[in-house]
């Protein structure tokens, strides 16, 4: 018994050593970039806490950038200075994301395009807008301008989001996606104890300054605690999402082209489609060559988000 003992001591030792230095090193590295990777916007106090936003650039109308799933506004660095070029350029991080901080309640898109409103007008922001989203951030471009229709000059979005239940989608399709999306549930345990900074893809194209930001950023617990909440609220968000009118306004989608060999592409890219067909100035184009995150954090694929924003601004100008 003594001997069976001592072996369920090691073993319980070999399981709970690399869990806790996980964890220290996790709380380690979150202090330690937080000291090296300041808010690179300003910090703005909305109800329930701050949301920081970089606006750069000046002219009408107002681009209004919003990141990704499991992202943040740095991952705007490649686009915001070209933008910036041409006209004013906001990049912002929804609650829980990059730096602004966690609220409570629900993080369906819905909530956060309010707070998106919230933000715009606390920091002095007025239209008219060019939203651009990409992937989720997609939803949260769609709801902001159904819900100020005077405010939005035109919508951009860059590969966005798959909705659960979309009529086009075959249900074990479906079914897929959504078993995609409740793994996020395991990310914030994996977060505490590091495996989530382990785990991190380089972003080679970012500026190298920025670069480490980002990953800095998405290496938080809070950002995957969120992305988490996010991923729990889909099914709101997609209901929300499918019950939108077409789009009134200017509309362009840019789909990912790749992988090019991918059922789940093809349908991703057939949804994009018919988002763009059901809209008087709605507009669909391929980008061959781009996965969806390349949209943001390749060079190629964000010279071409790039070029259709600037064009966009010059349409509706």
């Known amino acids: 018994m003594r001997r069976i003992r001592r072996v369920m001591g090691a073993i319980l030792l070999a399981v709970l050593f690399p869990a ?11 202090e330690n970039d937080a000291a090296a990777f300041p ?16 606006c750069t650039g000046s002219g009408a109308p107002t681009v209004v950038l919003d990141h990704a799933t499991a992202s943040n506004s740095a991952e705007w660095a490649l686009i915001q200075p070209r933008i910036a070029e041409v006209t004013r350029v906001c990049g912002y ?19 956060s395009a309010t707070e998106l409103a919230t933000l715009l007008a606390a920091a002095g922001e007025s239209g008219p807008f060019v939203m651009v989203g990409h992937g989720y951030g997609g939803f949260v471009s769609r709801l902001y301008a159904a819900a100020h229709p005077d405010d939005v000059a035109g919508v951009v979005l860059l590969d966005p989001a798959r909705p659960y239940d979309h009529p086009l989608v075959p249900v074990e399709m479906n079914a897929r996606w959504k078993e995609e999306d409740d793994a ?11 495996l989530m900074r382990l785990v991190a893809e380089d972003q080679a194209d970012l500026p190298e300054a920025v670069a480490g930001a980002y990953e800095a950023m998405n290496g938080t617990t809070t950002a995957w605690e969120t992305a988490a909440a996010v991923a729990a609220a889909m099914p709101l968000t997609s209901r929300l999402v499918l019950d939108l009118p077409a789009e009134a306004g200017p509309l362009l989608i840019l789909s990912a082209g790749l992988p090019d060999d991918d059922e789940n592409r093809r349908v991703w890219t057939m949804i994009n489609a018919a988002l ?32 259709a924003i600037i064009g966009m601004v010059r349409l509706v100008r």
């Open 93 to 111: 991080d929804r609650a829980g994301f990059g730096w602004s901080r966690m609220r409570e309640g629900a993080r369906d898109a819905g909530q």
């Open 276 to 307: 763009a067909d059901a809209s008087p100035s709605g507009d669909a184009r391929i980008v061959p060559g781009v996965s969806s995150g390349d949209f943001a954090l390749a060079a190629t694929g964000a010279e071409a988000a790039a070029s």
């Open 20 to 30: 806790v230095a996980g964890a220290v090193y996790q709380t380690v590295a979150t």
């Open 184 to 194: 996020l549930a395991l990310a914030p345990l994996a977060s505490r104890i590091g």
């Open 39 to 54: 808010p690179p916007g300003r910090l703005v106090e909305v109800p329930g806490g701050e949301l920081h936003i970089l």
